[in-house]
């Protein structure tokens, strides 16, 4: 009987993994030798331009960053500061929105007190016709109030001719008076709408008046320098001059 004849596998298997090592080693070899070529060509680069004296070239900065989620351009939010430091267009916007704010408020307390010191003036004058109306045909009667309130003392009095007269603007200078009270009155027989009480003269309307005025002026002039002051611009002027401020 023929013996069995064995076959060189085991021998063969480590033959093909040692190829292959070497085989690797031979690449690793290959790679190195081509990054030293590589760092040599560089430094020859670099030594000439160190020998020509040319300036490195540096990478440019970015002007604009683009954004890795939206693919846009970002950069400082609208209103916020610029490079320089300045204040953004948005922030400059609502400061001068905010300073003319302040400017038409100084206006409309300078507005309300000149109002106020016209009709105090006007009411001045009108006093002063009226006296000169009843003075010039004076009459006199007996009335009765009939009503009260903050603008107007309703009363009711006869005159020479007997007829009922209950003036339509009440008694001037009222003072005092309640309702149901008598007193005398004092009338013109050409117009018996104008009546005034007994003794009383646009004197006595004159002193309230110029305390109407005085405490509105008081109370007008601080405000309204307090108004232009937080605008910082001046009480009357263009548009155009308060941006170019």
């Given at each position: 009987m023929e013996?069995?004849?064995?076959t060189?596998?085991d021998?063969?298997?480590?033959?093909?993994?040692?190829?292959?090592a070497?085989?690797?080693?031979?690449?690793?070899?290959?790679?190195?030798?081509?990054?030293?070529?590589?760092?040599?060509?560089a430094g020859?680069?670099?030594?000439?331009?160190s020998?020509?004296g040319?300036p490195a070239?540096a990478?440019?900065?970015?002007?604009?960053?683009?954004?890795?989620?939206?693919?846009?351009?970002?950069?400082?939010?609208?209103?916020?500061s610029t490079?320089?430091?300045?204040?953004g267009?948005?922030?400059?916007?609502r400061s001068?929105?905010?300073r003319?704010?302040?400017?038409?408020?100084?206006?409309?307390?300078?507005?309300?007190?000149?109002?106020?010191?016209?009709?105090?003036i006007?009411?001045?004058?009108?006093?002063r016709?009226?006296d000169?109306a009843?003075?010039?045909?004076?009459?006199?009667?007996t009335?009765?109030v009939?009503?009260?309130?903050p603008?107007?003392?309703?009363?009711?009095?006869?005159?020479?001719?007997?007829?009922?007269?209950?003036?339509?603007?009440?008694?001037?200078?009222?003072?005092?008076?309640?309702?149901?009270?008598q007193?005398?009155?004092?009338?013109?027989?050409?117009?018996?709408?104008?009546?005034r009480?007994?003794?009383?003269?646009?004197?006595?309307?004159?002193?309230?008046?110029?305390?109407?005025?005085?405490?509105?002026?008081?109370?007008?002039?601080?405000?309204?320098?307090w108004?232009?002051?937080?605008?910082?611009?001046?009480?009357?002027?263009?548009?155009r001059?308060a941006?170019?401020?």
């Amino acid at each position: 009987m023929e013996p069995a004849t064995r076959t060189p596998v085991d021998n063969a298997e480590p033959a093909a993994g040692a190829i292959t090592a070497g085989e690797t080693r031979a690449s690793s070899s290959d790679i190195g030798a081509a990054a030293s070529e590589t760092g040599a060509s560089a430094g020859q680069d670099q030594a000439s331009a160190s020998h020509t004296g040319a300036p490195a070239r540096a990478a440019a900065p970015s002007a604009t960053v683009i954004s890795p989620t939206h693919g846009t351009p970002t950069g400082p939010p609208t209103g916020t500061s610029t490079a320089d430091g300045q204040p953004g267009p948005g922030k400059r916007e609502r400061s001068l929105r905010r300073r003319l704010g302040w400017r038409w408020a100084a206006r409309g307390v300078l507005l309300a007190a000149v109002a106020i010191t016209v009709m105090v003036i006007a009411l001045a004058i009108g006093m002063r016709a009226n006296d000169a109306a009843i003075d010039e045909h004076l009459g006199s009667a007996t009335a009765t109030v009939l009503s009260v309130s903050p603008l107007r003392t309703g009363i009711e009095f006869v005159d020479v001719t007997g007829a009922t007269v209950r003036p339509e603007g009440g008694v001037l200078y009222p003072g005092l008076l309640s309702l149901g009270q008598q007193f005398v009155v004092e009338y013109s027989t050409q117009d018996p709408q104008i009546a005034r009480v007994a003794g009383r003269t646009a004197s006595v309307g004159t002193l309230l008046l110029v305390v109407v005025t005085v405490t509105t002026w008081v109370v007008a002039v601080p405000v309204t320098w307090w108004c232009r002051r937080r605008g910082g611009l001046p009480l009357f002027g263009s548009r155009r001059a308060a941006g170019g401020a």
